[in-house]
């Protein structure tokens, strides 16, 4: 059984930073895909940035604004976010997939106030 527990998320000014953070429990490898999704009122849940055996990807809408980062040995994984705009306004979920099973966090708030 995988948990993951969010936090970091808040109200942030436009061009302010956030760091979000997503601790796992259960048996996690670094070959396993761990990422952020976000989903914005009346909007599809959207990748936002995805981290595997040590390669990232990042979504065109936060590319040069985000780093995502993991520390295996935590089962953690971070996501950085700098120079928020308004329309980053979202819930932020950690995802992980294991076995083939997705598995997300409870999500946690992100608001960015022009």
């Known amino acids: 059984q995988v948990r993951l527990v969010e936090s970091g998320g808040g109200l942030v000014q436009a061009g302010g930073s956030l760091r979000l953070s997503c601790a796992a429990s259960g048996s996690i490898f670094s070959s396993n895909v761990m990422g952020w999704h976000r989903q914005a009122p009346g909007k599809q849940r959207e990748l936002v940035a995805g981290?595997?055996?040590?390669?990232?990807n990042y979504a065109d809408s936060v590319k040069g604004r985000a780093i995502i980062s993991r520390d295996n040995a935590k089962n953690a994984v971070y996501l950085q976010m700098n120079s928020l705009q308004p329309e980053d306004t979202a819930v932020y979920y950690c995802?992980?997939?294991?076995?083939?099973?997705?598995?997300w966090g409870q999500g946690t708030q992100v608001t960015v106030s022009s």
């Open positions: 981290i595997t055996s040590g390669r990232t």
């Open positions: 995802h992980v997939i294991v076995a083939g099973v997705n598995y």
